[in-house]
T-cell receptor, first 109, second 115 residues
Framework: DAKTTQPPSMDCAEGRAANLPCNHSTISGNEYVYWYRQIHSQGPQYIIHGLKNNETNEMASLIITEDRKSSTLILPHATLRDTAVYYC??????????FGPGTRLSVLP | EAGVAQSPRYKIIEKRQSVAFWCNPI?????LYWYQQILGQGPKLLIQFQNNGVVDDSQLPKDRFSAERLKGVDSTLKIQPAKLEDSAVYLCASSLVAGRRTEAFFGQGTRLTVV
């Protein structure tokens, strides 16, 4: 079973920031927080990952709380193409990625 | 860099028939995964290979599903015989284990419909 919980769906206005929350209260010390997204009819796409510190790349920012029990994925300026299912995964080195149902993000014009 | 290649893209078969899916991972990626994704759900791991050895096949229905990764590169997943509940998208992914960067790269998947 997935070790993370996410809201089933969220809406966001185009051009605004999308903030996707994830709870992982049972995450272990050596597990990373990974985010993937899946656009309709495509395979999941890697977005970003982190252990303790906040991370930023060209796609998104990842904010991890100090106690590591939750995190937030931030898409700074959402576009219609960001409409997808977003998965938050607690992943340990060398193991497989355990996907939950994710959050279905709808970016509205 | 070429991505993970999967074929066929779509397949329709009758129940009790056999089917095989093929995956070519990203060059140099030692780890290969097969996932099953039923409509409306997240992907579920079927089997994980490290080179040509099996790391995890605990969720593979071994009475009908089999997978191999000869020479530690390409992989095939077979279902024999297929059931209606096997209708799903079958995703292949690969990852390069380098330090702590182990993100998996996914193919587009094979959509199987069993009628």
């Amino acid at each position: 079973d997935a070790k993370t919980t996410q809201p089933p769906s969220m809406d966001c206005a185009e051009g605004r920031a999308a903030n996707l929350p994830c709870n992982h209260s049972t995450i272990s010390g050596n597990e990373y927080v990974y985010w993937y997204r899946q656009i309709h009819s495509q395979g999941p796409q890697y977005i970003i990952h982190g252990l303790k510190n906040n991370e930023t790349n060209e796609m998104a920012s990842l904010i991890i709380t100090e106690d590591r029990k939750s995190s937030t994925l931030i898409l700074p300026h959402a576009t219609l193409r960001d409409t997808a299912v977003y998965y938050c995964i607690a992943h340990n080195y060398g193991q497989n990625f355990v996907f939950g149902p994710g959050t279905r993000l709808s970016v509205l014009p | 860099e070429a991505g993970v290649a999967q074929s066929p893209r779509y397949k329709i078969i009758e129940k009790r028939q056999s089917v095989a899916f093929w995956c070519n991972p990203i060059s140099g990626h030692a780890t290969l995964y097969w996932y099953q994704q039923i409509l409306g759900q997240g992907p579920k791991l079927l089997i994980q290979f490290q080179n040509n050895g099996v790391v995890d096949d605990s969720q593979l229905p071994k009475d009908r599903f089999s997978a191999e990764r000869l020479k530690g590169v390409d992989s095939t997943l077979k279902i024999q015989p297929a059931k209606l509940e096997d209708s799903a998208v079958y995703l292949c992914a690969s990852s390069l284990v380098a330090g702590r960067r182990t993100e998996a790269f996914f193919g587009q998947g094979t959509r199987l419909t069993v009628v």
